[in-house]
Protein backbone atom coordinates (compact mmCIF):
# COMPACT_ATOMS: atom_id res chain seq x y z
CA UNK A 1 0.00 0.00 0.00
CA UNK A 2 2.58 2.18 1.12
CA UNK A 3 4.35 2.09 -3.01
CA UNK A 4 1.11 2.93 -4.12
CA UNK A 5 0.47 5.79 -1.77
CA UNK A 6 4.52 6.58 -3.29
CA UNK A 7 3.47 5.97 -7.06
CA UNK A 8 0.64 8.35 -6.73
CA UNK A 9 2.57 11.47 -5.87
CA UNK A 10 5.15 10.30 -7.90
CA UNK A 11 8.38 10.59 -6.05
CA UNK A 12 10.48 9.81 -8.85
CA UNK A 13 9.37 12.81 -10.61
CA UNK A 14 10.80 15.32 -7.73
CA UNK A 15 14.31 15.53 -9.98
CA UNK A 16 12.35 17.82 -12.09
CA UNK A 17 12.53 20.03 -9.14
CA UNK A 18 16.28 20.02 -9.02
CA UNK A 19 15.68 22.94 -11.59
CA UNK A 20 15.37 25.48 -8.09
CA UNK A 21 18.95 24.81 -7.51
CA UNK A 22 20.34 26.38 -10.71
CA UNK A 23 20.17 29.52 -9.43
CA UNK A 24 22.29 28.44 -6.09
CA UNK A 25 24.92 26.72 -8.39
CA UNK A 26 25.57 30.04 -10.46
CA UNK A 27 25.48 32.69 -7.90
CA UNK A 28 28.62 30.69 -6.51
CA UNK A 29 26.51 29.77 -3.05
CA UNK A 30 26.61 25.93 -3.49
CA UNK A 31 28.38 25.14 -0.44
CA UNK A 32 27.06 28.19 1.63
CA UNK A 33 25.13 26.06 4.16
CA UNK A 34 22.21 28.57 4.97
CA UNK A 35 21.94 29.18 1.38
CA UNK A 36 22.20 25.80 0.57
CA UNK A 37 19.78 24.41 3.06
CA UNK A 38 17.41 27.27 2.39
CA UNK A 39 16.91 25.91 -1.34
CA UNK A 40 16.65 22.72 0.06
CA UNK A 41 13.52 23.50 1.77
CA UNK A 42 12.23 24.72 -1.33
CA UNK A 43 13.03 22.38 -3.40
CA UNK A 44 10.64 20.44 -1.16
CA UNK A 45 8.42 22.65 -1.02
CA UNK A 46 7.50 22.75 -5.35
CA UNK A 47 8.40 18.57 -4.67
CA UNK A 48 5.22 18.27 -2.78
CA UNK A 49 3.48 20.94 -4.70
CA UNK A 50 4.37 18.98 -7.94
CA UNK A 51 2.48 15.68 -5.99
CA UNK A 52 -0.39 17.89 -5.01
CA UNK A 53 -0.98 18.38 -8.77
CA UNK A 54 0.15 14.51 -9.65
CA UNK A 55 -3.15 13.54 -7.66
CA UNK A 56 -5.11 16.44 -8.48
CA UNK A 57 -5.03 15.47 -12.12
CA UNK A 58 -4.70 11.95 -11.56
CA UNK A 59 -8.40 12.33 -9.62
CA UNK A 60 -10.24 13.97 -12.76
CA UNK A 61 -8.67 11.74 -15.86
CA UNK A 62 -8.95 8.42 -13.54
CA UNK A 63 -11.45 7.74 -16.48
CA UNK A 64 -9.02 8.51 -19.74
CA UNK A 65 -5.90 7.07 -17.66
CA UNK A 66 -7.93 3.88 -17.89
CA UNK A 67 -7.93 3.96 -21.76
CA UNK A 68 -4.18 4.18 -21.89
CA UNK A 69 -1.92 1.10 -21.81
CA UNK A 70 0.33 2.35 -19.13
CA UNK A 71 -1.72 5.29 -17.60
CA UNK A 72 -4.36 2.47 -16.58
CA UNK A 73 -2.02 1.20 -14.40
CA UNK A 74 -1.49 4.28 -11.99
CA UNK A 75 -3.07 3.72 -8.54
CA UNK A 76 -6.37 6.12 -9.07
CA UNK A 77 -7.12 4.33 -12.24
CA UNK A 78 -6.60 1.32 -11.82
CA UNK A 79 -8.49 1.59 -8.01
CA UNK A 80 -5.86 0.33 -5.87
CA UNK A 81 -6.23 3.98 -4.17
CA UNK A 82 -10.15 5.13 -4.12
CA UNK A 83 -10.77 8.42 -5.06
CA UNK A 84 -11.68 9.60 -1.13
CA UNK A 85 -8.07 8.44 -0.07
CA UNK A 86 -6.45 10.43 -3.01
CA UNK A 87 -8.11 13.30 -1.51
CA UNK A 88 -7.22 12.96 1.92
CA UNK A 89 -3.76 13.17 0.10
CA UNK A 90 -4.37 16.01 -1.04
CA UNK A 91 -5.15 17.60 2.04
CA UNK A 92 -2.05 15.93 3.63
CA UNK A 93 0.23 17.27 0.67
CA UNK A 94 -0.99 20.95 1.03
CA UNK A 95 -0.76 20.88 5.07
CA UNK A 96 2.74 19.65 4.64
CA UNK A 97 3.76 22.45 1.65
CA UNK A 98 2.17 25.17 3.55
CA UNK A 99 4.46 24.50 6.78
CA UNK A 100 7.40 24.83 4.81
CA UNK A 101 6.55 28.02 2.72
CA UNK A 102 5.64 29.66 6.24
CA UNK A 103 9.81 28.97 6.35
CA UNK A 104 10.46 30.80 3.14
CA UNK A 105 10.15 34.21 1.91
CA UNK A 106 7.24 36.06 -0.01
CA UNK A 107 9.08 35.97 -3.59
CA UNK A 108 8.95 32.73 -3.00
CA UNK A 109 5.32 31.98 -1.98
CA UNK A 110 4.46 34.09 -4.80
CA UNK A 111 5.63 31.75 -7.40
CA UNK A 112 4.86 28.83 -5.95
CA UNK A 113 1.12 29.60 -5.84
CA UNK A 114 1.80 30.98 -9.26
CA UNK A 115 2.78 27.48 -10.33
CA UNK A 116 -0.19 25.92 -8.45
CA UNK A 117 -2.78 27.73 -10.00
CA UNK A 118 -1.26 27.35 -13.61
CA UNK A 119 -0.85 23.22 -13.44
CA UNK A 120 -4.91 23.48 -11.78
CA UNK A 121 -5.59 25.60 -15.03
CA UNK A 122 -3.51 23.21 -17.23
CA UNK A 123 -5.20 20.20 -15.37
CA UNK A 124 -8.86 21.47 -16.14
CA UNK A 125 -8.79 23.64 -19.37
CA UNK A 126 -5.01 24.47 -20.79
CA UNK A 127 -3.48 21.36 -21.53
CA UNK A 128 -6.49 20.89 -24.37
CA UNK A 129 -4.88 24.01 -26.49
CA UNK A 130 -2.93 23.22 -28.93
CA UNK A 131 0.55 24.89 -28.60
CA UNK A 132 -0.43 26.94 -25.39
CA UNK A 133 -0.67 23.17 -23.25
CA UNK A 134 3.31 23.10 -24.08
CA UNK A 135 3.80 26.80 -22.91
CA UNK A 136 2.44 25.36 -19.89
CA UNK A 137 4.82 22.68 -18.95
CA UNK A 138 7.50 25.14 -20.07
CA UNK A 139 6.43 27.83 -17.67
CA UNK A 140 6.44 25.56 -14.84
CA UNK A 141 9.82 24.68 -14.97
CA UNK A 142 10.90 28.53 -15.58
CA UNK A 143 8.70 28.86 -12.11
CA UNK A 144 11.00 26.66 -10.41
CA UNK A 145 14.48 28.38 -11.55
CA UNK A 146 12.62 31.68 -10.64
CA UNK A 147 11.70 30.36 -7.23
CA UNK A 148 15.14 29.09 -6.57
CA UNK A 149 16.31 32.61 -7.37
CA UNK A 150 13.67 34.42 -4.62
CA UNK A 151 14.07 32.33 -2.30
CA UNK A 152 17.56 33.31 -1.91
CA UNK A 153 17.62 36.62 -3.21
CA UNK A 154 20.48 36.23 -5.88
CA UNK A 155 20.21 37.62 -9.67
CA UNK A 156 19.56 35.07 -12.46
CA UNK A 157 20.67 35.33 -15.95
CA UNK A 158 17.92 36.27 -18.75
CA UNK A 159 19.81 33.74 -21.00
CA UNK A 160 19.54 30.92 -18.42
CA UNK A 161 16.17 31.64 -17.92
CA UNK A 162 15.94 31.28 -21.79
CA UNK A 163 17.85 28.06 -21.27
CA UNK A 164 15.29 26.96 -19.10
CA UNK A 165 12.17 27.37 -20.93
CA UNK A 166 13.58 26.18 -24.36
CA UNK A 167 14.70 22.82 -22.44
CA UNK A 168 11.40 22.38 -20.96
CA UNK A 169 9.57 23.10 -24.46
CA UNK A 170 12.04 20.69 -25.93
CA UNK A 171 11.31 18.01 -23.11
CA UNK A 172 7.47 18.71 -23.62
CA UNK A 173 7.15 18.24 -27.35
CA UNK A 174 9.05 15.35 -27.47
CA UNK A 175 7.15 13.60 -24.60
CA UNK A 176 4.09 14.65 -27.38
CA UNK A 177 5.92 12.92 -29.88
CA UNK A 178 6.35 9.78 -27.81
CA UNK A 179 2.66 9.88 -26.89
CA UNK A 180 1.18 10.47 -30.50
CA UNK A 181 3.28 7.26 -31.93
CA UNK A 182 2.07 5.54 -28.96
CA UNK A 183 -1.12 6.11 -29.60
CA UNK A 184 -1.42 5.06 -33.16
CA UNK A 185 -4.35 7.20 -33.77
CA UNK A 186 -6.05 6.56 -31.02
CA UNK A 187 -6.31 9.84 -29.58
CA UNK A 188 -9.43 9.38 -26.56
CA UNK A 189 -6.79 9.55 -24.10
CA UNK A 190 -5.19 13.31 -24.21
CA UNK A 191 -7.70 15.08 -26.41
CA UNK A 192 -5.01 17.71 -27.75
CA UNK A 193 -3.28 14.98 -29.92
CA UNK A 194 -5.41 14.96 -32.50
CA UNK A 195 -3.79 18.72 -32.88
CA UNK A 196 -0.35 18.09 -33.77
CA UNK A 197 0.98 16.00 -36.49
CA UNK A 198 4.50 14.12 -36.22
CA UNK A 199 5.74 16.54 -38.76
CA UNK A 200 4.48 19.19 -36.76
CA UNK A 201 6.17 17.72 -33.62
CA UNK A 202 9.39 17.54 -34.87
CA UNK A 203 9.20 21.07 -36.60
CA UNK A 204 8.86 22.38 -33.05
CA UNK A 205 11.85 19.89 -31.85
CA UNK A 206 14.35 21.49 -33.80
CA UNK A 207 13.86 24.95 -33.34
CA UNK A 208 13.67 23.85 -29.29
CA UNK A 209 16.51 21.89 -29.05
CA UNK A 210 18.24 24.87 -31.97
CA UNK A 211 17.27 27.41 -28.39
CA UNK A 212 18.86 25.32 -25.83
CA UNK A 213 22.16 25.20 -27.24
CA UNK A 214 22.26 28.71 -28.71
CA UNK A 215 20.42 30.69 -25.25
CA UNK A 216 22.98 28.33 -23.08
CA UNK A 217 26.28 29.04 -25.92
CA UNK A 218 25.86 32.65 -25.04
CA UNK A 219 25.03 32.74 -21.49
CA UNK A 220 28.43 31.12 -21.25
CA UNK A 221 30.35 33.70 -23.23
CA UNK A 222 28.10 36.81 -22.20
CA UNK A 223 30.73 39.68 -21.33
CA UNK A 224 28.31 39.58 -17.21
CA UNK A 225 29.43 35.43 -17.15
CA UNK A 226 32.94 36.04 -18.34
CA UNK A 227 33.31 38.89 -15.25
CA UNK A 228 31.63 37.46 -12.81
CA UNK A 229 33.40 34.19 -12.48
CA UNK A 230 36.67 35.36 -13.96
CA UNK A 231 36.88 32.85 -16.81
CA UNK A 232 35.82 32.19 -20.24
CA UNK A 233 35.67 28.30 -19.24
CA UNK A 234 32.14 27.95 -19.14
CA UNK A 235 31.57 27.75 -22.99
CA UNK A 236 33.49 24.31 -22.87
CA UNK A 237 30.46 23.39 -21.02
CA UNK A 238 28.73 23.50 -24.12
CA UNK A 239 29.98 20.37 -25.50
CA UNK A 240 27.65 18.55 -22.50
CA UNK A 241 24.39 20.29 -23.10
CA UNK A 242 24.82 19.60 -27.32
CA UNK A 243 25.59 15.90 -26.19
CA UNK A 244 22.73 15.73 -24.19
CA UNK A 245 20.00 17.41 -26.76
CA UNK A 246 21.03 15.11 -29.40
CA UNK A 247 21.16 11.57 -27.36
CA UNK A 248 17.82 12.80 -26.08
CA UNK A 249 16.43 13.02 -29.42
CA UNK A 250 18.09 9.78 -30.10
CA UNK A 251 16.77 7.98 -27.82
CA UNK A 252 13.11 9.55 -28.45
CA UNK A 253 13.24 9.40 -32.20
CA UNK A 254 15.52 6.12 -32.83
CA UNK A 255 14.31 4.18 -29.70
CA UNK A 256 10.93 5.49 -29.00
CA UNK A 257 11.51 5.97 -25.22
CA UNK A 258 10.09 9.65 -24.61
CA UNK A 259 6.83 9.30 -22.53
CA UNK A 260 8.73 9.14 -19.43
CA UNK A 261 11.14 11.94 -19.23
CA UNK A 262 12.04 10.79 -15.54
CA UNK A 263 12.43 7.51 -16.74
CA UNK A 264 15.25 8.11 -19.55
CA UNK A 265 17.37 10.41 -17.27
CA UNK A 266 17.23 7.94 -15.07
CA UNK A 267 17.81 5.26 -16.65
CA UNK A 268 19.86 5.71 -19.66
CA UNK A 269 23.69 5.51 -18.90
CA UNK A 270 25.35 7.74 -21.16
CA UNK A 271 22.51 10.23 -20.27
CA UNK A 272 23.56 10.01 -16.15
CA UNK A 273 27.38 9.88 -17.22
CA UNK A 274 26.85 13.25 -19.72
CA UNK A 275 24.86 14.92 -16.84
CA UNK A 276 27.31 14.00 -14.38
CA UNK A 277 30.28 15.10 -16.35
CA UNK A 278 28.33 18.38 -17.27
CA UNK A 279 27.88 18.92 -13.27
CA UNK A 280 31.75 18.49 -12.00
CA UNK A 281 33.16 20.28 -14.85
CA UNK A 282 30.54 23.69 -14.43
CA UNK A 283 31.12 22.65 -10.00
CA UNK A 284 34.96 22.97 -10.95
CA UNK A 285 35.36 26.08 -13.67
CA UNK A 286 32.77 28.24 -10.90
CA UNK A 287 33.84 26.50 -7.80
CA UNK A 288 37.54 25.37 -7.84
CA UNK A 289 39.35 27.46 -10.81
CA UNK A 290 41.29 28.91 -8.51
Not at 3 to 30: A, E, G, M, Q
Not at 87 to 111: E, P
Not at 138 to 157: E, N, P, Q, T
Not at 223 to 243: A, H, K, M, Q
Amino acid sequence: MAKDYLKLIRVSHWIKNLFVFVPLTFSKHLFDQDYLFTVLIAFFAFSLASSFVYVFNDILDADLDRKHPVKKLRPIASGKIKPFQAVLVLIVLAALFGSLTSMLNWQFNLTLVGYLLLNVFYTLILKKIVIIDLLCLALGFMLRVMGGAFVIAVYISSWLILTTLFVSIFLAVMKRRSELINEMNRNDTRIVLKEYSKEFIDQISAISAGGVIISYSLYSVSDRTIEYFGTEGLVFTTLFVVYGVFRYMYLVMKKERGENTTEIILSDLPMIINTLLYAAVVITIIYFRN
